[in-house]
């Protein structure tokens, strides 16, 4: 099994521009999560799927994040526009039911 | 509501001496508790998890935590302390296994 894949594993970017990450979940996991990770807040869950479905974005910062899953495959966290306060490692992890929680290796995102 | 707390940010141990990184948590109800691991610019990997089966949990790489109630703990241990222990830890508390609410971190230095 190649584990919760994430892409790209390193963004740099300009403020203002758009940035999209992607994840790829493990086959047969049903739930998928997005957190993100600072050195002020630590690990923050931004968004949760269940069957594809967005069950909690209570996390989200603000209207510039979205987050995507058009099929159980994979999943898309965009921010459009980018600011320098955003930079930080984004984390997606998937789970099966309710077992354990899986983590992909992340991307760390740097917005100059 | 939930939360942890872990009460070192940072602990420093000498090779082939015991480890001990402390967590206490807060839960309404009987909480589902995690000890996740995470190695310099890598993903979260779990350690042990405790879901109200037996109280003391072993894990993988000889950890191993103790489920306290009366004293709202789960504290991580080791026996003997590897170089390759060195790494940012996690306690995780969750209900129900949806969200996860992480600790703030400890990380654990080796000397040695």
């Known amino acids: 099994d190649a584990g919760v894949i994430q892409s790209p594993r390193h963004e740099v970017t300009e403020m203002g521009q758009e940035v999209t990450l992607r994840c790829k979940p493990i086959?047969?996991?049903?739930?998928l999560f997005w957190y993100r990770q600072t050195m002020m807040r630590g690990l923050e869950l931004l968004i949760y799927?269940?069957?594809?479905?967005?069950?909690?974005d209570s996390g989200m910062p603000e209207d510039r994040f979205s987050a995507k899953m058009p099929n159980a495959s994979f999943s898309t966290l965009k921010i459009q526009p980018s600011e320098p306060r955003d930079s930080a490692v984004y984390f997606c992890a998937s789970r099966s039911g309710t077992d354990t929680q899986y983590f992909g290796p992340g991307t760390r995102l740097t917005v100059l | 509501a939930q939360s942890v707390t872990q009460l070192d940010s940072h602990v420093s141990v000498s090779e082939g001496t015991p480890v001990l990184l402390r967590c206490n948590y807060s839960?309404?109800?009987?909480?589902?508790l995690f000890w996740y691991v995470q190695h310099p610019n890598k993903g979260l990997q779990l350690l042990l998890k405790y879901t109200s089966a037996a109280t003391l949990v072993k894990g993988i790489n000889g950890f191993e935590a103790e489920f306290k109630k009366s004293e709202t703990s789960f504290h991580l241990t080791k026996p003997s302390a590897h170089m390759s222990d060195a790494a940012e830890y996690f306690c995780v508390v969750s209900l129900g296994n949806e969200k996860l609410t992480f600790g703030t971190g400890t990380r654990l230095t080796i000397i040695p």
């Open positions: 799927f269940n069957n594809n479905v967005p069950i909690d």
């Open positions: 086959s047969g996991h049903n739930s």
């Open positions: 839960s309404s109800y009987s909480p589902s």
